[in-house]
């Protein structure tokens, strides 16, 4: 009877709608896990791609930074080539120029020459009138003893004011001291006497109808003291007892064939055996290995020139010395003993070190391959290049690089003292000369070779000659040019450590 009430109490259709929504009940259920998970699908998602979109701006922003990198890189490029260019051109034109120069002033001198010849003859038909005059005057049968035996007249000579040579005379005696001789001449007499030797064929003159020449030992004597003290070409006119035009010719001259017979010889790369040596000398000074030379540039004070002042302007000297300076330029490479093996002279004072650098034959064969494996020492004002090894120049340096600049300091300072020997022992490098621009080149090239001979020969420069080089190098605008030789300079600096070269003995 219960389960009839209960029954009765709960129909049929009743318990389906209490299952149906039992049922609902458990989808609710279902459907709300569904969507917390698609939240938490659609969060990642957008984390992700959050993360995407970051990661292409970074590399949108870092190919932007490397594109504007690579624009700036080829403007200096560009701009660096340009300048090269310029200054190219410049050069050539500058060139051309002292050539027409040099043709106007060799067609003056023809001109000159072809004057003082006519004016000869005029002197000489005067003469000769005037002696016909006196003829006139004397008897018939004079008149008819010259018509039948004419004589010859006295030869004609030119006139020359006499001048002194006690001074040189007594120089050029065998008993003038030896120490007195190297005081005027800067070397011994048995030097002097091989430089004569060696130039006698080419400076040689002969004697004519209208004057003797000048003797070789004079010749060269004359330009060996013009060098030497620097002095004016009247004080050396005095000294010798020669026209000022005179002297200032037989300078000229005497370089002249000093460049085209003693450079070859004096003045050379070094073969492959020197070569050997120079390496193992230098590595014995510096312990950094294959060094064949110990490059330095230095400035020769000059006029200023009547063409390109601009480009001969030395700001540097000018702002040191508080005086408006003029120069050209001088770049060398020395050997351990201070000899010169390579010389580029004559580019105006305005460009820098690097600059003279890439425009000598040095940098040409070097670009031809001609100095693969081994090393030229420079300053602070030359480039670091596959060839050319030079010291750390940024502010910072750590102790490895610190002492690495110090044993190239070592290498670099031959060839600034082997420069200071060179103005100290010639003076006219010392000042402004009264040299012609375009003579100059000729003239410090002789300088360079007489310097070599004197080293070679181990000429001892007096103390009382030393000069105090000062030239201000400046720091180039692209200074590593060679990852090769920045990989390899790091390299030397942590062998020269490693192997105690550097001063690190005591680590030991």
Known sequence: MNENKQQQQHPPQQRKRRRRENTNDGVGVVDADVDVKQVKTKGLNEIITSLILLEDQEKNDLEELEKANQEERLQLEENHSKRTRAMMDYYSDLQDYHKDAERAEGTRK????????????????????????????????????????????????????????????????????????????????????????????????????????????????????????????????????????????LVLEVCSAIRSVLMPKYLRWPDEESVRRIKEEFESISGIPNVVGSMYTTHIPIIAPKISVAAYFNRRHTERNQKTSYSITVQGVVDPRGVFTDVCIGYPGSMTDDQVLEKSTLFQRANAGFYQGVWIVGGSGHPLMDWVLVPYTQQHLTWTQHAFNEKIGEIQRIAKESFARLKGRWGCLQKRTEVKLQDLPVVLGACCVLHNICELREERLDPSLKFELIDDAMVPEIGLRSANAMKARDTIAHNLLHHNHAGTSFLS
């Open 110 to 249: 023809r001109k000159a020459k072809a004057n003082a010849f006519a004016a000869t003859n005029v002197a000489a038909m005067a003469i000769g009138t005037a002696g016909g005059a006196e003829d006139s005057v004397s008897s018939e049968q004079n008149l008819a003893s010259n018509d039948k035996a004419p004589a010859a007249g006295p030869q004609r000579r030119l006139w020359v004011k006499n001048r002194s040579k006690d001074w040189w005379d007594q120089c050029s005696s065998p008993d003038f001291p030896e120490e007195e001789f190297k005081k005027a001449f800067r070397m011994g007499k048995e030097t002097f006497d091989l430089i004569c030797n060696e130039l006698s064929s080419v400076v040689a003159k002969e004697n004519t109808m209208l004057r003797d020449a000048v003797p070789v030992r004079q010749r060269v004597a004359v330009c060996i003291w013009r060098l030497a003290t620097g002095e004016p070409l009247r004080l050396v006119s005095k000294k010798f007892g020669l026209g000022i035009s005179t002297c200032h010719k």
